[in-house]
């Protein structure tokens, strides 16, 4: 239980695990990789972080953004694999920023989401990571974030 | 022949491999993993659905951009591995959709593509999924969407 | 030493293993596959293309910045696996083009990255490709490129 330790040294109570907000299911345990949904900073079904960072909102309101959008990821894994000490490393993480076309701080956004990880996972938290902006998300979200993780047999 | 019966059912035909707009392959296929390059809703060469969703086009005709794109990454995948019951699951889909700023309805477009992979491959169609805006598509495409399924041993 | 040779001949000299701009690693190899980190047009940590495709550069422009996107990411694979003749095959290449609205030649740019892989690694180096717009990448780089790739057992 030394995640579950963490977390709770961390005082970081996970959220339930996401209900798709849409045809498909929070993550798919493939071979000895877990792909997980794209998640949007939600409390429930109600979206906490909406509209554009750097114009409704500010880089630092992204970057919690963020941070609810990867807890909401590690719920949906600890879900499918029972017990997050399974986890042997996370893999990739992709972020989307929804911002307009003069934002240039993505990455600072989607730190938020990454030291988070590195916090809980220390070593196996460190993954390749790809951040980029866009126009629009569903349900007008702030962040968007994906992720690939990988389970131990 | 389980899937192909389905798709006589559902009467989908699917259309022949899409052929690359550049210089990359269909799918390439790793370990047990396909990965179908990114489909755009084309009749051979010819885009069917071109323009923003939300402005040029409506949510509805999004969805049915993302039905087309979605049975030529399926036709992508049987080329590559012959037949359809090999396919063991569809692992992780992603979304992109061709719109403005304002919009906010990814989800019910991609839905398209989600549903009919749920018509088809029934519970083996279940996907993890991930639904974006960008500003813009390769030869202002409506929707693209790039797949990865898992295949028997 | 089969593509250190093909890249002396091609007069290609890689650059150093691209350091992250924040909290990530470049690559992560798990399993077979390798996932690298998305690599924008630097040398070292200048940005070489800055701009919207299509307005502030050209397509020729981003196709350049395409080719040292993807020289990047093939540093960072050798960094990781230490021989470049380790690599199986390239799987899939995701490409993301700062541009406008009604931009439409992504493939264009995006075939920067993609023709040099193939002159670079050969049949090997053919990949299932997405290639996309985006209003926005960090620091308003021109392009960002992603990569998974294949290692031999």
Redesign the interface.
């Known amino acids: 239980m030394e995640i579950e330790k963490r977390l709770e040294i961390l005082k970081i109570k996970l959220p339930p695990c996401p209900e ?9 345990l ?4 877990i ?4 998640q949007t900073p939600k409390n429930g079904k109600e979206l906490l972080y909406k509209g ?1 960072v750097g114009r409704d909102l500010s880089t630092e309101d992204g970057y919690e953004a963020a941070k609810i959008c990867i807890l909401r990821a590690i719920s949906a894994i600890k879900y499918y694999v029972g017990d997050l000490d399974k986890i042997e ?1 996370i ?4 972020g ?2 929804n ?10 956004v ?2 938020g989401a ?2 988070l990880l ?1 916090k809980i996972f220390g070593e196996k938290g ?15 979200a702030a962040v ?1 974030i ?1 992720l ?1 993780g ?1 389970i131990k047999k």
């Not at 493939?30 to 990789?33: D, R, W």
């Open positions: 798709p907000a849409a045809v498909y299911v929070p993550a798919v493939s071979e000895q990789f792909f997980v949904a794209g554009k490393g893999v990739k993480l992709t989307y920023v911002c307009c076309e003069d934002f240039e701080k993505h990455s600072l989607i730190n990454s030291e590195e460190k993954h390749a990571r790809v951040a980029i902006g866009t126009n629009s998300l569903p349900g007008n968007e994906e690939i990988k």
